[in-house]
Structures are given as structure tokens and as C-alpha cells.
């Protein structure tokens, strides 16, 4: 079956501009989860959600940040006034949202902040 | 603050070698999982381990859980160049089934 797709797989844009990635999650998978991977470290938790709602968005570094999920599957991260340090990859990763399910990652959105 | 130490950062050996690498923390986790990352893919799970002291086995991976559930280990015996790539630990940020807290990752490479 389809797994987690997201889109671009890469993007350059050039400093102070604002850009948009999307996740696509896995059918019927209620809960949906970013983070964010720098150069040489491990994922970091940005936000989750539980349906439509934002159970969990502690890990958004700042109000540049947001993200939403209008209809509970297809989720997009919005990035305003982009700074070079936002350059990583963004991982979006869904389950079925029950307790203990397994995380399913997509391969990533490379955004590079020239 | 929970936050997972992860050891080595790089280890690079040949073919046939064993090896471990080793997951701390702090914090008492309710569970640890360890992922393997391959370039331009995300992570896919290769065990949790929810139990302290549990060990689990996958082929020529073993897995340890401590018996204070704060750290963990994953032992490769024989290594393949197939075992190249980025291995990480992650335990859950609160209850189970929401964020999980990922280590930096141990950088794996295995020359034939």
C-alpha cells in the first residue's frame, strides 16, 4: 500500500521568503506528526496532531512556524520569513494514533534557505 | 528535559565485525525504539522495546532494554555492508502514541 508521501522533495527558496510543504499520511491514519532533521542530529518534534486538531505544538521553535490539517488527512507546514538556519529536512510521519503504534515516516522535504 | 545520548556518533569497520551502540538517558522512558535511516529516506522502526531488561532479536540485531527503562542497546553481529546507515534511538515525549524524543544518531558504515 501507499505510505507517507511528501511534497517537494526539494526546495530552494532565497531568505525571507515563505513556503509551504505538504505531508500526505497514510489512509485512515488519524495521528500526524513533523520534524524536523539537521544536518548530523536526530529528528525533532515540531508538532502532532490527533485528527484535525493540534494535540502538540511545543516543538515549534517559533510564530514562523504553522501548520494545519483542514480535514483531518493532508497536512501542510507553513514556514514564514524563512531564515538560513530553517534549512534541514522536514519529516512528516503518521499513525493509526493509538497508543503505542508505530510511526511511519515519509523520505522528507529537503528545504534549502539561500 | 528528556534527552537521549547516543554512542558512538560515527563507527566505521569491515565486514564481519560485531559491534554495539549504545543508547542514555536521565529519564525513564515507557518505551525506546531504534530506527534505521538510509540517505533521502525517513527512518523506519526496527524494534521497541517496552519491558526493562526485555531483549529482543531481529536476525543478527539484538536489541537490550535496561532493567531502569533509561537506556538501551543494539548489537549487530557479523556486520554487512547492507547494516550501513543511520541507526537511532527514540523514546515517547509523553503518554504512548504521541512525540517521540530521537538521540543523534549513530553514523554506521560497513566496508566490505
Known amino acids: 500500500g501507499a505510505g507517507v508521501s511528501q511534497t517537494p522533495s526539494n526546495k530552494v527558496t532565497e531568505k525571507g521568503k515563505y513556503v509551504e510543504l505538504r505531508c500526505d499520511p497514510i489512509?485512515?491514519?488519524?495521528?500526524l506528526y513533523w520534524y524536523r532533521q539537521s544536518l548530523g542530529q536526530g529528528p525533532e518534534f515540531l508538532i502532532y496532531?490527533?485528527?484535525?486538531?493540534?494535540?502538540?505544538d511545543s516543538g515549534l521553535p517559533n510564530d514562523r512556524f504553522f501548520a494545519v490539517r483542514p480535514e483531518g488527512s493532508v497536512s501542510t507546514l507553513k514556514i514564514q520569513r524563512t531564515e538560513r538556519g530553517d534549512s534541514a529536512v522536514y519529516l512528516c510521519?503518521?499513525?493509526?494514533?493509538?497508543?503505542?503504534?508505530?510511526?511511519?515516516f515519509g523520505p522528507g522535504t529537503r528545504l534549502l534557505v539561500l | 528535559t528528556q534527552l537521549l545520548e547516543q554512542s558512538p556518533q560515527f563507527l566505521s569497520i569491515q565486514e564481519g565485525e560485531n559491534l554495539t551502540v549504545y543508547c542514555n538517558s536521565s529519564?525513564?522512558?515507557?518505551?525506546l525504539q531504534w530506527y534505521r535511516q538510509e540517505p533521502g529516506e525517513g527512518p523506519v522502526l526496527l524494534v521497541t522495546?517496552?519491558?526493562?531488561?526485555e531483549v529482543k532479536k531481529l536476525k543478527r540485531l539484538t536489541f537490550q532494554f535496561g532493567d531502569a527503562r533509561k537506556d538501551s542497546s543494539l548489537h549487530i553481529t557479523a556486520a554487512q555492508p547492507g547494516d550501513t546507515g543511520l541507526y537511532l534511538c527514540?523514546?515517547?515525549?509523553?503518554?504512548?502514541?504521541?512525540?517521540?524524543?530521537f538521540g543523534k544518531g549513530t553514523t554506521l558504515s560497513v566496508s566490505s
Open positions: 496532531f490527533q485528527g484535525t486538531g493540534a494535540a502538540d
Open positions: 529519564s525513564v522512558f515507557s518505551s
Open positions: 522495546v517496552v519491558t526493562g531488561g
Open positions: 527514540a523514546g515517547a515525549k509523553g503518554q504512548a502514541g504521541t512525540a517521540l524524543i
Open positions: 510521519a503518521s499513525s493509526l494514533g493509538l497508543a503505542g503504534e508505530t510511526q511511519y
Open positions: 489512509s485512515g491514519h488519524t495521528a
